[in-house]
């Protein structure tokens, strides 16, 4: 099984940074797509960005300019910049990642999630 790890989450002002980070441990053959999920209170969890394992990433257009995500796969880590916050990015953000064990068998690991609120 791989575990997953977050930090980084916290109180910042609207117009702040915050930089979330996510580490796997545990055995896995291989872990593949590593991500973001948030979920705002009242509402559904909604995707945040997602990183490959060769680097290829996508994001949501709501968060679009002002998020990096990275990843470094030889530590299995991957990392969430957040610029210009606003209110409505407020949220718990929860790590994710593809795991596929060996043997063939597929799963998708969660972390516990990080508090985010952005709050003047």
């Known amino acids: 099984q791989v575990h997953l790890v977050e930090s980084g989450g916290g109180l910042v002002q609207p117009g702040g940074s915050l930089r979330l980070s996510c580490v796997a441990s545990?055995?896995?053959?291989?872990?593949?797509?590593m991500g973001w999920y948030r979920q705002a209170p009242g509402k559904q969890r909604e995707l945040v960005a997602t990183?490959?394992?060769?680097?290829?990433?996508r994001h949501t257009d709501a968060l679009k300019g002002r998020i990096a995500i990275s990843r470094d796969s030889t530590k299995d880590t991957v990392t969430l910049q957040m610029n210009s916050l606003k209110s409505e990015d407020t949220g718990v953000y929860y790590c994710?990642?593809?795991?596929?064990?060996?043997?063939?068998?597929?799963?998708?690991?969660w972390g516990q999630g990080t508090q985010v609120t952005v709050s003047s």
């Open positions: 994710f990642a593809g795991v596929t064990l060996l043997g063939g068998k597929t799963y998708t690991s």
């Open positions: 545990g055995h896995a053959f291989s872990i593949n797509d």
């Open positions: 990183i490959s394992s060769g680097g290829d990433y």
